[in-house]
């Protein structure tokens, strides 16, 4: 199936210097290709590993955020790692935000009409 050459009689020749050391060039580049492959290769995966186990869960259970008297909830969204109530204070508009991770309150802006 596979072609195989015929075998010789004649011992083989010795490699010339000139020969040799490009053999020894071409393992040399070999073995620092190998090198470089291995140190890219566990570093990615030290990176995967390390983003792995320094992920923090989000945050379960209950938590309640206490609003204003008479405030109304006009809108929320989720935006990355916040959330973002729309409220309306008494005609005044709030925004307050809220990390999605731990659900702590990260800021609050309120708008007032000018008198």
Same mark, same amino acid.
């Given at each position: *199936?596979?072609?195989?050459? /015929?075998?010789?009689?004649? /011992?083989?020749?010795? %490699?010339? /210097?000139?020969?040799? =050391? +490009? @053999?020894?060039k071409f393992r040399r580049f070999s073995s620092a290709s190998l090198l470089i *492959?291995? +140190? #890219?290769v566990a570093a990615v995966l030290g990176v995967i590993s390390y983003r792995l186990l320094r992920a923090k869960p989000l945050a379960t #259970?209950?938590?309640?955020a206490l609003l204003p008297? #008479?405030?109304? @909830?006009?809108?929320?969204?989720?935006?990355?790692?916040v959330v973002v109530l729309i409220l309306d204070v008494a005609g005044a508009t709030e925004i307050r935000t809220f990390d999605a991770r731990? %659900?702590?309150?990260? #800021? =609050? %802006?309120?708008?007032a009409v000018e008198p």
């Open positions: *199936m596979f072609h195989r050459p /015929p075998p010789t009689d004649t /011992p083989e020749e010795a %490699l010339t /210097p000139e020969q040799e =050391r +490009i @053999i020894r *492959m291995v +140190i #890219g #259970g209950e938590v309640t008297k #008479g405030a109304k @909830i006009v809108s929320t969204a989720v935006s990355g790692d731990t %659900l702590a309150p990260a #800021g =609050r %802006l309120r708008f």
